[in-house]
């Protein structure tokens, strides 16, 4: 089930920031969005969520459009260690499952 | 521990063989999940855990797989008989209660059946 759509792929130059979009038309109220992250040969990596308030932690930003039908996460320092698929899903916050699309492929060079 | 463990980190494996996966979740952590991933693909889930039940198993592809959880800690997965499509990372993730604020996830065990 397609909930979000992400560009497969991007390229990102080490220290610049990494504008990650995503988009998420058909959101429900009670949905919030999440970003996760899978560097290779590891477990996805949690890395923030929202419902419609802007939100930073030490990792990223992840900001929500007022329709809340599209985000962006940045990473406002790409390294080299940023390199991995990001996916941006959309669930309410007491499902447990988890489900991924293909996510955004992201390679950030030196 | 300071995050989830999962053992072996590898393992191959003979068609028709059984195996045993274990995850050792985060301490304090009364949830924990396990699901398979595909090479080039997303995640599927397998099991849901609280504490030692399991009040989701909808995710088990046959009777082949089953898993249990001792103790409100180890989980062990285990696969009989496999096949080659069982070929996958199989990731196992814990969470305090339910997962408001995203799982952990261990690094995986790949599990190749040859």
């Known amino acids: 089930d397609a909930k979000t759509t992400q560009p497969p792929s991007m390229d990102c130059a080490e220290g610049r920031a990494a504008n990650l979009p995503c988009n998420h038309s058909?959101?429900?109220?009670?949905?919030?969005v999440y970003w996760y992250r899978q560097i290779h040969s590891q477990g996805p990596q949690y890395i923030i969520h929202?419902?419609?308030n802007n939100e930073t932690n030490e990792m990223a930003s992840l900001i929500i459009t007022e329709d809340r039908k599209s985000s962006t996460l940045i990473l406002p320092h790409a390294t080299l260690r940023d390199t991995a698929v990001y996916y941006c899903?959309?669930?309410?916050?007491?499902?447990?499952?988890?489900?991924f699309g293909a996510g955004t492929t992201v390679t950030v060079r030196a | 521990g300071a995050g989830v463990s999962q053992s072996p980190s590898n393992k191959v494996t003979e068609k028709g063989k059984d195996v045993e996966l274990r995850c050792d979740p985060i301490?304090?952590?009364?949830?924990l999940y396990w699901y398979r991933q595909r090479l080039g693909q997303g995640l599927e889930f397998l099991i849901y855990?609280?504490?030692?039940?399991?009040?989701?198993k909808s995710g088990l592809p046959s009777d082949r797989f089953s898993a249990e959880r001792t103790g409100e800690s180890v989980s062990t997965l285990t696969i009989q008989r496999t096949q080659q499509e069982d070929s996958a990372v199989y990731l196992c993730?814990?969470?305090?209660?339910?997962?408001?604020?995203?799982?952990?996830f261990g690094s995986g065990t790949r599990l190749t059946v040859v």
């Open positions: 993730a814990s969470s305090f209660r339910q997962p408001n604020y995203g799982y952990t």
């Open positions: 058909t959101i429900s109220g009670n949905e919030y």
């Open positions: 929202g419902l419609k």
């Open positions: 899903i959309v669930r309410v916050q007491d499902d447990y499952k988890l489900s």
């Open positions: 301490s304090g952590h009364t949830a």
């Open positions: 855990f609280q504490g030692n039940s399991a009040p989701d």
